[in-house]
């Protein structure tokens, strides 16, 4: 990199090198110019290809690893549904293929990419050589001027009013002026000269890090046992996680600057991140995002945030995203509402949110190209609208809605200790999902009946173990202390296909086209039959004189609850023997998200003492449709009548061998949603804490009996969906479902 030659050359014998070193018979570097990806130097194509072979973003693989900034690992490239062929390459020869993208400023400006003649996947050291070589690449071709550097960033930003909308995270209404939180840091250096002196960099800034973090908690304004304890708790955990400073000093040891180092690190972390489907465990990993932003900050001495400089006035804050130790730093007197690029409802700066009060809206990718620093924004979360720069009759509108949303949300806390009992009254449960130990706060706080759901997996996500039988049952041990008498269901760890650990792999399931229906959850756990051991034994011990309510997800057959129970049995068996307090009572669920799992009910039913309906995964495997894929997003309605009658068959089984069945997927949270499942003969939803009053509200206006007469005859009527029938149906008899 150092050699007095032009880019060019310096191009060419970079490929020669990395094709030498990792046996592969082709390297290729792409660099994106006037829009399209330009194959610039390669190493085993044919060389006639170089500057001819050109692709658009997302067109083919090198197109698609630009487009989304991600990795590509694949040991047959054909078979991959974007590969692309281009005759002059030669390229047909070679079946393995690796590439990642060339990142400068967030923004992909080129790939690069190995090819092998026999079909492998490539190894994560290899991938993570690659990385570090990108990283180094992005430097030498920024400054000799081969790629646009700022694409996309010359847009005029708009003056008129205009309206957007995103993820609604935090529901609420916000009015402020726009105040940037500060962009990522610009690494201009990526190659060390003194590697011990980078060492001794990190080394001081995670000092100075833990420091502010150790501060920024100690004086957190909700108190001791606000819903944000855990929250930060964890948030520290991540700050001494050593295998995260281990990662970053490996990366120093390659040649990499101080800074260089953590980008390099947070890349790969960013990656796998994509590869996780689940939202609660995905969205966790933004801690370590905000961790290495705050970490990158001090060691290359730009330490100035919108929130050291102060608000001036009332304010909605704009950024990429944000960890909930960079929110708690703002002055909570003036910031009145969050917009982020990113976002999602389960990561922790959004339950930090929840608990000031503060609005939020996520996913507005373009933002930065409509908001200028300083406008006056109206954000509606319940709606999905933020407006921009509002005309005077836009922003009157706003203020007299808003006086009309204060008095509801009075009207759902008034209701706190009143039963969901509908007008004829028939009592339903009303629970909460919850995933950490502060989230059981939101029993006392929304009125809840209990946790219908309690995902135990997030402790291992975050742990760089597998965590030990004590941690376990001290984790399960306090959210039964803090339930009080109120029922929490553990549902048993579902990890594996889209949320793989490290310390937890397995061959059979590496490289998984579709994980979501793999090799996870009680599937694995039956493999792994010690993991279910450990867990069964802590939260047995953790309900010693309590009842116990533990299910298993992804069940698709009665064998596999036949042996999840036999497991938890022996382990009882175990305990008793050594003299160890039980459960006064174990109670046996199972989660019903495999539709095969409906048509031999008569075989399972009699072993369980309650089911749950996962809505989410179940919908999606009906309809063979992924609920994130937005040209399939008209098939996902939960009020199909393909839906309706398959759950109204689970409630009659159900019903004949007297199982409690209850629903704990997002369905059960939606007003109209949860009525019609009211209407099938549900009597327990498990739902987000924010949903428990506007569908509390909704039951107390309800007539059960008559929805009961009016579901069955949409069940036979032929409508694609009964959702018209029923908005029109609770109009005409006055139920809220607003």
């Known amino acids: 990199m150092a050699a007095r030659t032009n880019a060019q050359a310096k191009l060419n014998k970079v490929v020669e090198i990395i094709g030498e070193e990792l046996t592969s018979e082709v390297c290729s570097i792409y660099l994106l110019r006037e829009g399209l990806l330009e194959l610039f130097a390669t190493q085993g194509l044919k060389q006639e290809a170089v500057h001819v072979t050109k692709l658009a973003l997302g067109e083919g693989l090198v197109g698609t690893i630009a487009q989304n900034v991600e990795t590509l690992n694949l040991d047959e490239a054909a078979a991959h549904p974007d590969y692309a062929y281009r005759p002059e390459t030669g390229e047909e020869l070679f079946h393995s293929f690796a590439g990642v993208p060339i990142v400068r400023r967030e923004k992909a400006v080129g ?58 995270l935090v529901m609420g209404m916000a009015r402020g002026h726009a105040v940037f939180h500060q962009p990522r840091v610009v690494i201009e250096h990526t190659v060390a000269e003194d590697i011990e002196e980078e060492r001794q960099r990190v080394i001081s800034a995670f000092s100075k890090m833990r420091e502010q973090i150790e501060r920024m908690t100690g004086s957190a304004e909700f108190g ?60 966790r990993m933004h801690d370590l995002e905000d961790l290495a932003n705050r970490l990158l900050r001090i060691v290359s001495g730009q330490l100035g945030t919108a929130a050291s ?46 608990a000031m009060g503060i609005p939020v809206m996520g996913r507005m990718r373009d933002v930065r190209h409509q908001v200028n620093d300083g406008d006056l924004i109206l954000m509606d979360v319940t709606e999905n609208r933020v407006v921009v720069r509002p005309s005077a ?24 200790d009143l039963p969901a009992v509908t007008r004829d009254g028939v009592r339903i449960e009303l629970m909460v999902n919850a995933g950490l130990r502060d989230d059981v706060a939101a029993i006392d706080v929304t009125g809840a009946d209990g946790i219908g759901l309690f995902r135990t997996e997030f402790q291992f996500l975050v742990s760089a173990t597998l965590p030990q039988r004590e941690r376990q049952q001290r984790l399960y041990r306090d959210v039964l202390d803090a339930a009080g008498n109120k029922p929490v269901i553990f549902r048993t760890v579902d990890i594996g296909g889209d949320k793989a650990l490290p310390y937890l792999r397995s061959e059979d399931s590496d490289g998984e086209e579709n994980p979501a229906m793999g090799w996870r959850g009680l599937r694995l756990a039956l493999e792994r039959d010690g993991l279910m051991k450990v867990q069964a034994r802590a939260l047995l011990d953790a309900a010693a004189g309590k009842t116990l309510n533990v299910m298993f997800p992804l069940i698709s057959e009665p064998w596999e609850m036949e042996l999840a129970r036999k497991i938890f049995d022996e382990q009882r068996d175990l305990l008793v023997a050594q003299k160890h307090k039980q459960p006064n009572a174990i109670k046996y ?83 109209i949603d949860a009525m019609a499942l009211l209407g099938l003969g549900f009597r327990r939803l498990s739902i987000t804490p924010a949903a428990i009053g506007p569908v509390k509200s909704m039951i107390r206006s309800l007539e059960l009996a008559p929805l009961e007469t009016e579901m069955q005859g949409l069940l036979t009527s032929g409508v694609r969906t009964v959702r018209p029938a029923l908005l029109q149906w609770a109009a005409d008899k006055g139920v809220e479902v607003g």
């Open 111 to 168: 790939v690069l990419a190995v090819q092998h003649v026999e079909p492998r996947p490539y190894q994560e050291v290899e991938i993570e050589a690659l990385q570090t070589v990108a990283m180094v690449l992005a430097e030498l071709i920024a400054n000799a001027g081969l790629i646009d550097l700022n694409p996309g960033e010359e847009r005029r930003l708009d003056t008129g009013t205009g309206v957007v909308q995103g993820l609604q």
């Open 224 to 283: 001791v046992d606000g819903e944000h304890k855990e929250v930060l708790e964890t948030y520290k955990m991540f700050a001494y996680d050593e295998g995260w400073a281990r990662r970053i000093n490996e990366a120093i040891d390659s040649g990499l600057t101080a800074e260089a180092a953590i980008e390099r690190v947070q890349q790969r972390t960013r990656m796998r991140m994509r590869q996780i489907d689940d939202p609660l465990l995905r969205d």
């Open 309 to 354: 400089m102060g608000l001036r006035q009332d304010t909605i804050l704009i950024a990429r995203n944000l960890g909930p130790a960079e929110l708690l730093e703002y002055d909570r007197r003036r910031l009145k509402g969050v917009i982020l690029e990113e976002g999602s409802p389960t990561a922790h700066v959004i339950i930090v949110a929840r």
């Open 393 to 416: 009759p836009m922003d009157e509108a706003f203020d007299a809605k808003l006086s009309l949303t204060q008095k509801k949300r009075a009207a759902y806390a008034a209701m706190r």
């Open 589 to 671: 669920g199972a989660m019903l998200e495999v539709p095969a799992l409906a048509e031999v009910l008569d075989q399972l039913l009699p072993m369980l003492d309650f089911l749950s309906i996962g809505t989410n995964d179940l919908t999606q495997f009906l309809f063979a449709a992924d609920r994130a894929h937005p040209k399939l997003s008209e098939r996902y309605d939960w009020l199909s009548i393909a839906i309706m009658r398959f759950l109204n068959r689970i409630v009659l089984a159900c019903r004949e061998h007297k199982v409690p069945v209850g629903v704990c997927g997002e369905m059960g949270g939606r007003t």
